[in-house]
């Protein structure tokens, strides 16, 4: 049973649906557990047959290639985004009375599906594209999507001297983010520090750095991978 979704059951029933008044409190309990274990059980099945959807999908838009370790756990993490998003809201939230969600529950509410949407986002083309036109045209988030460019071994090496005590799914997403940089002319750490009379090279180094780091720790935090 999946503690977030009983979580969510029992803030639902107990401040918007509302739990029958001669229930106990160890019978309330015992309803939110059964009601998680049925949902959490709704969406590992729903989550399956969606996320070979998903895979499927980026097979075709890859011309049959198979995706790589972390692309496969985006995926995966979209597919089940998806399936919470649709069994939450057909076997719970449609329970609760019209008028009844207050403003800090549905901007919630609202942020949760805006999360939904940014995950597909990346692992989805924009209709009637391919990798190849969302490259073209320069896409300055598609290093975090199923149409980024392969990195070259330099720019591998290049990450591995920058970060060297990094882990792997960090200097992964960072390899993409900086061959996409590159090919956009956008500024790059560099792999050699400047010398100390070198002010303003010194300074773009480390601003460069500093931004790539802040890109990549959120689609880590995204993807909810670790960070370190």
Do not use: C
């Amino acid at each position: 049973m999946n503690e977030a979704i009983q979580q969510i059951v029992e803030r639902v029933w107990v401040n918007q649906i509302g739990v029958p008044p001669e229930w106990s409190d160890q019978e309330a309990a015992e309803f939110f557990q059964t009601e998680a274990d049925r949902l959490s059980e709704m969406i590992g099945q729903l989550q399956i047959e969606t996320q070979h959807a998903v895979i499927r999908e980026w097979r075709a838009a890859h011309h049959g290639a198979e995706p790589d370790y972390l692309t496969q756990v985006g995926l995966i993490n979209t597919a089940r985004a998806q399936a919470e998003e649709i069994v939450l809201s057909q076997e719970l939230y449609e329970q609760v009375p019209e008028g009844d969600l207050t403003a800090q529950e549905q901007a919630a509410q609202e942020e949760w599906e805006a999360e939904v949407r940014e995950r597909e986002r990346y692992f989805r083309l924009p209709e009637g594209e391919d990798p190849e036109s969302v490259r073209r045209r320069r896409d300055p988030d598609r290093w975090r999507g199923v149409w980024r460019t392969a990195a070259s071994e330099e720019t591998e090496e290049a990450v591995k001297t920058v970060w060297p005590e990094n882990n792997a799914a960090f200097r992964f997403w960072m390899v993409l983010l900086w061959q996409s940089r590159i090919e956009d002319g956008k500024p790059v750490p560099a792999t050699t520090p400047p010398p100390a009379t070198q002010l303003r090279a010194r300074r773009a180094s480390k601003q460069a750095r500093e931004e790539m780091e802040q890109l990549v720790l959120a689609e880590l935090h995204r993807q909810r991978l670790p960070a370190r």
